[in-house]
Each structure stands twice: as structure tokens, then as C-alpha cells.
């Protein structure tokens, strides 16, 4: 079964696109077929980004497509083992219904309290809805230094939600990258093995443990689980960035 991951806010701008797409090109590479699809049908920052991809013929190639609800990219993509949602932010019945029907919902948060309080207000009302705690997830995104990151930690932990460790740094090569097709992972010279790398293992952890459940639940005779599901992702320092 497919395991669906999707990335929601209520601001724009906090770095849904950019883990989107670094999940799915890094989840390729680790040996799952995954799709991207993007379902803001206004900005359409995955399909755009796609579009440069390519043209500029970057390997490995992708699946991006564009959606207007979340049940069309569930139908479309049935042999996928992950499905990456790019959601749009300002849609909260949009976010509702996806967040309803995937199996890890991640939200970037940056460090200021214009960024924080939404993010938090956001996953509140996803409780409130229906939506397990467990399934909710806060990435820290766009940090300038660990001074930042320290405090908005702090200000998620009182609050109790899931908040993966690592932390997204804002980087410039990191935008140079997206302008050519590329995603954070393929930056030159990029270490896996760092902050950023820390979230994506997180993340990746938890799908190939669904994807494990999910196996044995639908296939419990079938021998044994398939080689994608057995295999770990903890340790992406064997991984080698582009160029």
C-alpha cells in the first residue's frame, strides 16, 4: 500500500515545496517509487519546479502532478510506495481533508512567533477535527542559527506536539538549487549527515515503519514483506549530493 505524506501550513513561504521535494527526489534514491503531487492549483511551486527539472535533464526523473483534492492523487498513483502531497496554506478545508486520510502530516515552522503561533494553532484545530496527535508532525525550517532553532524548540515543546529533530537551515545555495531543477539534497557538496539531512531520516524512519504495518495488515500470508519495506533509513551518510 502507499504510504501518504503530506506537508500543510497556514502561512506561506515557511518551506512546504522544499521538504516536498527533497523527501521525494531522497526517498527515490533510497529505492521507493514515490510521487509528488502538488495541490495548489494558484502557485503550483512543485509543478514548476518539475518543469525546470526536466529541462535541465537532472536524474533521477520524478512523478509530479497537479491536483485539485487529495482523493484524485490517491487514485492516480496506486502502485506507489509514497505519495508526498504538497498542499496549499490558506486552505484550512483542504488541509482538513488531507490530513484526514494521510499517514504523516508535517508542517515547517520557522523560529518567529508570527510563524510558530499559526503552526501551532493549525495542528490544534487538525486535533480537534479528528486528526491523531500521532500523525502530526512540526519540521523546523529556514533556521539562521542554532540561537533560533533552540528557542523555537523550546516553544513547540511546551506544546507537546511531535516535533522531528534536525532543522532546515536557510541557505542560499539551497534556492540556486530549486532554480535548477534541483531539490536541498542535491546541492553540491550537500551533508546528509547534518541538520537537514537529521529531519529527512526522521521522516523517512517513520514511512518505511508504515510502510512495514501496512504490509503486514493487508498481506499477512504473503511472505515476507518486500525488500524496500525491511530496509532501515537512519543513517543517510552513505548518501552522495550531486557534484
Known amino acids: 500500500m502507499t504510504v ?12 512546504k515545496s522544499t ?14 517509487n514515490t510521487a509528488l503531487a502538488d ?47 504538497d498542499t496549499p496554506s490558506h486552505a484550512l478545508a483542504l488541509t482538513k481533508e488531507v490530513a484526514s486520510v494521510a499517514h504523516l502530516i508535517v508542517q515547517p515552522a520557522g523560529s518567529s512567533l508570527d510563524e510558530l503561533q499559526p503552526a501551532v494553532e493549525l ?3 487538525l486535533k480537534a477535527s479528528g486528526v491523531p496527535k500521532s500523525r502530526l508532525f512540526i519540521a523546523l525550517s529556514r533556521m539562521l542559527d542554532p540561537a533560533e532553532e533552540e528557542a523555537a524548540r523550546a516553544y513547540l515543546e511546551v ?11 536557510e541557505r542560499p545555495r ?3 538549487a530549486h532554480n535548477r531543477g534541483l531539490a536541498l539534497t542535491e546541492c553540491p557538496g550537500e551533508d546528509l549527515g547534518g541538520s537537514a539531512g537529521t529531519v529527512l531520516a526522521a521522516m523517512l524512519t517513520r514511512i518505511m515503519d508504515k510502510h512495514r504495518l501496512l504490509h503486514q495488515q493487508t498481506a499477512p ?8 519495506a525491511q530496509r532501515p533509513v537512519r543513517d543517510l551518510s552513505s548518501y552522495k549530493a550531486i557534484g
Not at 159 to 169: E, I, K, R, S, W
Request: charged content about 20%.
Open 4 to 15: 501518504v505524506v503530506a506537508f500543510v501550513s497556514r502561512k506561506g513561504g515557511v518551506g
Open 19 to 32: 521538504l516536498a521535494r527533497a523527501l521525494a527526489t531522497l526517498a527515490i534514491r533510497r529505492g521507493l
Open 39 to 85: 495541490l495548489d492549483q494558484e502557485q503550483q511551486t512543485s509543478i514548476r519546479w518539475h518543469r525546470l527539472r526536466e529541462s535541465e535533464g537532472v536524474d533521477p526523473p520524478l512523478t509530479v502532478q497537479a491536483y485539485g483534492n487529495v482523493d484524485s492523487a490517491i487514485a492516480s498513483e496506486p502502485d506507489a510506495d509514497l505519495l508526498v502531497i
Open 123 to 125: 495542528f490544534y484545530e
Open 159 to 169: 506544546t507537546d506536539f511531535n516535533l522531528l529533530p534536525g532543522a532546515v537551515v
Open 174 to 176: 539551497y534556492r540556486e
Open 221 to 228: 500470508s504473503e511472505v515476507p514483506a518486500s525488500q524496500i
